[in-house]
């Protein structure tokens, strides 16, 4: 197993000035293509997305009207925000970007949920025409045919991050977060197509209250399954997320455990779409004996996993502590989340909101400098381990006047506090020693 030192290039730390940054030689340099150039693939993203936005915007104003796109918009954004807070959360460790994750939702918001209208809509009329048998297509196309579609559409955002932004990819919460928000962009605009078109039915039959379509759909999309396509692709980000940390491993296990999440999403998918065949509270027995405890188990998994990585941060930092990057105190700090938020509100409170967030910078890239190392000690680091890891300490160095005293304070203040026992032996006096008392008296010469 291939190990590492605690700075292979300078491993005596930061003693002659402020480090620079590291950079690759000259012979590794390479003219990139024209479609490999940042602004490029950005453009066609934009791009892509942005045509997809409008499609789909128009298919959807077309099926529901113009009133009931509105109401299905207003009440399908009712639990955007909370999802998506609850994906920050459980990426508060190392948080990617922010663009990663408002790319994943318009993929999923967009073009995934443009791919799933099309592709399940031309599948469904195509096997009612072919078996004459119009209530049968319906089944078989939200069983099998919406499961394959949706969840390959919605897979295909989780595989872009991977390939294209692969440092920000780097285990099971990455792919999480990226699967879980994408899904949360696909069910937005499925939320305001079923919604709208479930307002639509209220107004033609002049339903009105809690016995309306309207209301049902909103207790069974929003209220009791907000969750539930984020629930089904998380399945595949965890695939990706395993096979990001099995950059060293086989090519069968890189490809094969991404395509066995996507499988058991699908799988997933598919049985509760026909959770409604299984009789009068199928849908109900689906959701209390599959998705609740999956969610659950989902749940924990995450939780566990962000625990580690803490533990990671804890054991790998201290080797920069060493060399004179870090100070002591630094990485019992980064490794505990409650004294990471007491060093930002620190830097808030005494230098204001842009200290707070060049603090939140240093955690993240000193946490990302933890990952690095594992890997490296681990053997799986990439051949710009050396270049990466100047990058990431330069990073660190420029931020180190603003951040250690806020870390610094929060390391005192959730420092556990040490135990002190009695001894096990007579202690007499104000220092452990003095006049002891005795069980005879004492032997004077000039007694008599």
Not at 9 to 20: A, E, F, K, N, W
Request: net charge positive; aromatic share 12%.
């Amino acid at each position: 197993m291939a190990t590492c030192p605690p700075h292979p290039s300078y491993p005596s730390g930061p003693t002659d000035g402020v480090p620079t940054a590291g950079a690759p030689t000259a012979g590794t340099l390479r003219h990139a293509h024209w479609w490999q150039r940042p602004w490029v693939r950005y453009g066609a993203a934009t791009t892509l997305l942005t045509l997809s936005g409008l499609v789909i915007l128009a298919l959807v104003r077309e099926e529901t009207g113009t009133e009931g796109f509105l109401v299905g918009l207003g009440l399908a954004v009712l639990p955007v925000p909370l999802l998506i807070a609850a994906f920050r959360w459980l990426d508060r460790v190392e948080p990617g970007p922010w663009r990663n994750l408002v790319f994943s939702f318009a993929w999923g918001a967009c073009a995934a949920a443009l791919i799933a209208i099309v592709a399940n809509s031309f599948a469904t009329r195509w096997i009612a025409t072919a078996t004459a048998d119009p209530a049968g297509a319906d089944t078989l196309g939200a069983t099998v045919i919406a499961p394959v579609v949706e969840e390959s559409a919605k897979a295909a955002a989780v595989l872009l991050v991977f390939l294209f932004r692969r440092r920000d990819f780097t285990g099971i919460v990455d792919g999480v977060v990226i699967a879980g928000v994408t899904a949360t962009g696909f069910a937005f605009t499925e939320n305001i197509l079923y919604l709208g078109t479930a307002f639509g039915t209220d107004q033609l039959a002049g339903h009105t209250g809690i016995a309306s379509v309207t209301a049902a759909t909103f207790f069974v999309r929003i209220v009791m399954s907000p969750f539930a396509h984020p629930l089904f692709t998380v399945l595949t980000g965890i695939g990706f997320g395993i096979a990001a940390l099995s950059a060293d491993r086989g090519p069968v296990r890189r490809v094969g455990v991404p395509l066995s999440g996507l499988l058991l999403a699908m799988g997933m998918h598919a049985m509760w779409n026909g959770s409604s065949a299984f009789g009068e509270y199928g849908f109900f027995a689906v959701y209390a004996a599959f998705m609740v405890p999956i969610f659950g188990l989902l749940t924990w998994l995450v939780i566990w996993t962000r625990q580690r990585e803490l533990r990671t941060v804890r054991e790998e930092l201290p080797a920069y502590a060493v060399a004179g990057w870090l100070t002591p105190a630094e990485p019992y700090a980064l490794g505990s989340m409650r004294a990471r938020r007491i060093a930002r509100q620190y830097a808030r409170r005494h230098a204001g909101k842009a200290a707070a967030r060049e603090v939140t910078r240093y955690e993240a890239y000193a946490t990302s400098l933890a990952f690095l190392r594992h890997r490296a000690r681990r053997g799986r680091a990439g051949a710009d381990f050396v270049v990466r890891e100047r990058e990431l300490l330069d990073e660190l160095w420029w931020r180190r006047e603003t951040a250690r005293p806020a870390l610094h304070h929060a390391a005192r203040i959730t420092a556990p506090p040490v135990p002190v026992a009695a001894p096990p032996w007579p202690v007499y006096g104000a220092y452990g020693y003095g006049h002891q008392p005795t069980p005879y008296p004492a032997y004077n010469p000039y007694r008599s």
